[in-house]
């Protein structure tokens, strides 16, 4: 048996990338705040896109890394927080915009679900491979859509169709190179701890 495997060993399933901190309740109380305001900066790398009322943003990887990294619980507080705040007028949505009359809001809303599919999914490793990590940020992601499209048909009166064209399809292509480098950093960040542990 290689001494080199043993670190691996105590990286045990059940964990998230926050576990590996040390344990208190103001690393959970840091994490959840740093979680949200994560979410809330990369909210504002935001791309309009033509004829959606929806932007191309940094805020569903964002919300998809901060619930894998901290787990279902953590992860669902900080995005709660995240969408509390923004709907209480902190201008941290998309394109600095704040509040819930927004169309764009019911992708918040899947965040925050999303946000604790995914922890819950990485409580069972699913960040740990490259194909796991892609299966779950696909399912992350698919959970955003179904909360944010239709709640985006509702809010401005389009058809499912119609919102399906203005608030999934032009988002694809992005989400793929979202999932492409949680696919590199998740697992590298596994395999850097296994090396530290």
Request: a positive charge.
């Given at each position: 048996m ?7 060993r ?9 576990d590996l901190l ?5 690393r ?34 964002a ?14 507080l900080?995005l709660?927080?995240?969408a509390?705040?923004g ?6 949505f998309?394109?600095?915009?704040s509040?819930y ?5 019911g992708?918040?809303?899947g ?7 995914v922890?819950a999914?990485a ?12 299966g779950?940020?696909v ?10 499209v239709?709640y985006?048909a ?8 119609q ?22 950093a ?11 542990g």
């Amino acid at each position: 048996m290689s001494t080199a495997a043993a670190p691996a060993r105590t990286l045990r399933t059940g964990t998230v990338l926050a576990d590996l901190l040390p344990s208190s309740r103001a690393r959970d109380i840091a994490l959840v705040a740093g979680g949200a305001a994560l979410t809330g900066l990369a909210a504002q790398l935001s791309v309009p896109v033509p004829g959606s009322p929806v932007p191309v943003s940094g805020q569903t990887f964002a919300a998809l890394l901060v619930g894998t990294a901290l787990g279902a619980r953590r992860g669902f507080l900080a995005l709660a927080l995240y969408a509390v705040a923004g709907m209480a007028g902190v201008p941290w949505f998309a394109q600095g915009s704040s509040g819930y009359a927004m169309p764009s809001f019911g992708y918040v809303l899947g965040m925050l679900l999303a946000a604790t599919v995914v922890g819950a999914l990485a409580r069972r490793g699913a960040d740990r491979s490259v194909l796991r990590t892609a299966g779950t940020m696909v399912l992350g992601s698919a959970v955003i859509y179904a909360v944010g499209v239709p709640y985006l048909a509702l809010a401005t009166g389009m058809t499912l169709g119609q919102a399906v064209a203005a608030g999934l399809t032009p988002f694809l292509i992005g989400d793929a190179l979202k999932a492409a480098l949680a696919m590199g950093a998740l697992p590298a960040a596994w395999k850097l701890a296994g090396r530290k542990g």
